[in-house]
């Protein structure tokens, strides 16, 4: 696998955090890793974005950013309010291919959830995986309520032929409630594939070597992990 893909479930569920923790641990295993933002929303030029805040966490990796909008809205509604051109699939394929060439890793954060759309066309981050043949990394909330969004994602990516590589929560509760707890063994069901993965809530607040720790930990083998679900439900049965 040299493209992943990530999307999530809805805004604010840890995509950027899950992203860096993904780009930390491969980088420090010695593989050239690149992260691309197809669209960033809600900053001014020249405001620090996600790519800044991978490369704080997991250092200096590439990254690109290939439009941004100020307004804090999905990507074509920005766009049509900032009287800006949106981004298309053709281009964010074009842009992952260059990045490929010369990485091993090249990791797209998307925007929001998966359908949220990029174009007056209805274009979506599903559209992008679909174009490059990468799989998808669904990054979930932790409590009540995520099961159905995350059964929803993952209907939505096998309806349109993608691969999808599990589910990784992105925000773990300091103290989880019953239905975060639970949701440990009824994620994957939801999601169509295994759990890869469970992030700190505040794990962005690291230092960078203390969040490469904590990725390491909190991550699937699969990714240079030695993160085991069922060791970590364990603690909350």
Request: hydrophobic share 45%.
């Amino acid at each position: 696998m040299s493209v992943l893909v990530i999307t999530g479930t809805g805004t604010e569920v840890g995509k950027t955090a899950v992203t860096a923790a993904l780009a930390a641990v491969a980088s420090a295993d010695g593989r050239r890793v690149a992260v691309l933002k197809p669209a960033q929303t809600g900053l001014l030029p020249g405001e620090p974005g996600d790519v800044d805040e991978v490369v704080r966490l997991a250092g200096p990796v590439t990254t690109r950013e290939l439009i941004r909008y100020p307004d804090p809205l999905a990507p074509v509604t920005a766009a049509r309010r900032a009287g800006r051109p949106t981004v298309s699939p053709s281009e964010i394929a074009a842009a992952v291919t260059e990045l490929d060439a010369t990485h091993d890793l090249v990791l797209v954060e998307g925007a929001g959830g998966l359908l949220v759309r990029f174009d007056e066309k209805g274009t979506t981050i599903a559209d992008a995986a679909w174009a490059l043949n990468a799989p998808v990394l669904v990054v979930a909330a932790a409590g009540l309520g995520t099961l159905n969004t995350t059964a929803l994602t993952a209907e939505a990516i096998l309806h349109r032929g993608l691969e999808s590589l599990g589910v990784v929560v992105g925000r773990w509760p300091a103290a989880p409630d019953l239905a975060a707890r639970s949701n440990l063994t009824d994620l994957p069901e939801a999601a169509g594939g295994p759990l890869l993965g469970v992030l700190p809530n505040g794990v962005t607040s690291l230092h960078p070597a203390d969040f490469l720790d904590v990725a390491r930990g909190a991550l699937s083998p699969w990714f240079g992990g030695t993160f085991d679900p069922e060791a970590f439900a364990s603690h909350y049965v």
